[in-house]
Structure formats: structure tokens, C-alpha cells
């Protein structure tokens, strides 16, 4: 069965920049698009970023694109996130997601939290 | 990036049916299909179906999607208390080239 662990989340200043990760395991990891997904303190989904299993496709939301990275190490069965000058709005839970079986997501890590202030 | 619109919450009673809906455009639902996600208090979010009317293996019966036209369903039969959750609806917009989501419908079952 499929696994996904988040880490990275931490305390960061605005203007700042974090790396997260995702750890991947018991499935296909680079047969799979990938994706990264935040939810902000009482508020919904909010899709970020979908990278193609041989990392050759990328799309951003408008927001962060320039300000995040998506990538995968295939051969680490990894997926990260790039964050830079981050602000206050970006603070949320980011959830790392797959489309293991099916063309949707059927695979949801734990998530890590992602703090912005000063 | 528009998203779904998805009304904020729905109230039902126990063992009542719920219906929850999900409205895009032709560029997301209409073409792309929807996905349906729950998400309990505290959790990540799980999936309910996906392509507007498949539903995962170990996916209760009590749960079925459909879609007509730009709106996508999902249909909670026999309601229990641990249905009570935040659900979401997703799809592919093929013009923006980005997944959206819908803001999300509490559920209450009373």
C-alpha cells in the first residue's frame, strides 16, 4: 500500500525560503504525476503545483509561480517544493498528493506545517 | 485561478440522504470530469470517487457520484454520524492547465 510523509514544514520569517520533501514508498513513485496541495488554518484545499512522473511537466498556480519550484528525485522517491520570499498568506498545512491508480488523488500524505512570522 | 462552486454547508438528518453538489464549466467538469474528496477535522483529505462516478475499492456503497452537464453530485445515502465531514470536489481545467478545487461543503448530520 502507498505511503506519502511530508517533512520540512518550520517557522520561517516572511521574505524567507523553505524546502520540503516528500517521502514516497510502496507504490510505482515514477510512473506517477505528483502534486502539492495546501490548506490554510480553517480554510479549503488550494492546489499548488503537479509535476509529470519524468519530471518533464510542470504547472503552477499563478500565485506561486516564480516563487515555488516543484521536483522529483525518482531514483530517492522524492518529491519537494521549493518555497521562496515566502508572506504571511502562504502559512498552511502542504500536503503531498499522488495519482497512484487512478487520474485523481488517491494518495494523501499527513502534511507539514508551514509558519510565516516574524 | 477560479475554482468550483460548492455550496459551504449542508444539514441533514440521520440515516437521511445528502446530496452535495459541485458546479465548474466545460473546461473542468463538463469535459474533464469531477473527483470527490472527504476530509475529517485534523485529517488529510481521502478519496471518494473519481472520473465523476468511480469509486475506489473500500469506498462504502453509501457514497456514489454522477455528473450532468458542468455539475457533479455526490450522494450520501443512509447517513451516519461519521459522515459528518468537510467535502471536496476537483477537476482538470484543461484552459487554465491546473487542477481546481471547490471551496468545500460542511456536512452536518443532526
Known amino acids: 500500500e502507498g505511503q506519502l510523509v511530508e517533512s520540512g514544514g518550520d517557522l520561517v520569517q516572511p521574505g524567507g525560503s523553505l524546502r520540503l520533501s516528500c517521502a514516497a514508498s510502496g507504490f510505482s513513485f515514477s510512473s506517477c504525476w505528483m502534486t502539492w496541495v495546501r490548506q490554510a488554518p480553517g480554510k479549503g484545499l488550494e492546489w499548488l503545483a503537479t509535476?509529470?512522473?519524468?519530471?518533464?511537466?510542470?504547472f503552477y498556480l499563478n500565485s506561486v509561480k516564480g516563487r515555488f519550484t516543484i521536483s522529483r528525485d525518482n531514483a530517492k522517491n522524492a518529491l519537494y517544493l521549493q518555497m521562496s520570499s515566502l508572506r504571511a498568506e502562504d502559512a498552511a498545512v502542504y500536503y503531498c498528493t499522488g495519482e497512484t491508480y487512478f487520474n485523481a488523488f488517491d494518495l494523501w500524505g499527513q502534511g507539514t506545517v508551514v509558519t510565516v512570522s516574524s | 485561478q477560479a475554482g468550483l462552486t460548492q455550496p459551504p454547508s449542508v444539514s441533514k438528518g440521520l440515516r437521511q440522504t445528502a446530496t452535495l453538489t459541485c458546479t465548474g464549466n466545460?473546461?473542468?467538469?463538463?469535459?474533464?470530469?469531477a473527483a470527490w474528496l472527504q476530509q475529517h477535522q485534523g485529517h488529510p483529505p481521502k478519496l471518494l470517487s473519481y472520473r465523476n462516478d468511480n469509486r475506489p475499492s473500500g469506498i462504502s456503497e453509501r457514497f456514489s457520484a454522477s455528473k450532468s452537464g458542468n455539475t457533479a453530485s455526490l450522494t450520501i445515502t443512509g447517513l451516519q454520524p461519521e459522515d459528518e465531514a468537510d467535502y471536496y470536489c476537483s477537476a482538470w481545467d484543461r484552459s487554465l492547465t491546473a487542477w481546481v478545487f471547490g471551496g468545500g461543503t460542511k456536512l452536518t448530520v443532526l
Open positions: 466545460s473546461n473542468n467538469v463538463g469535459n474533464e470530469g
Open positions: 509535476i509529470r512522473g519524468d519530471g518533464r511537466e510542470k
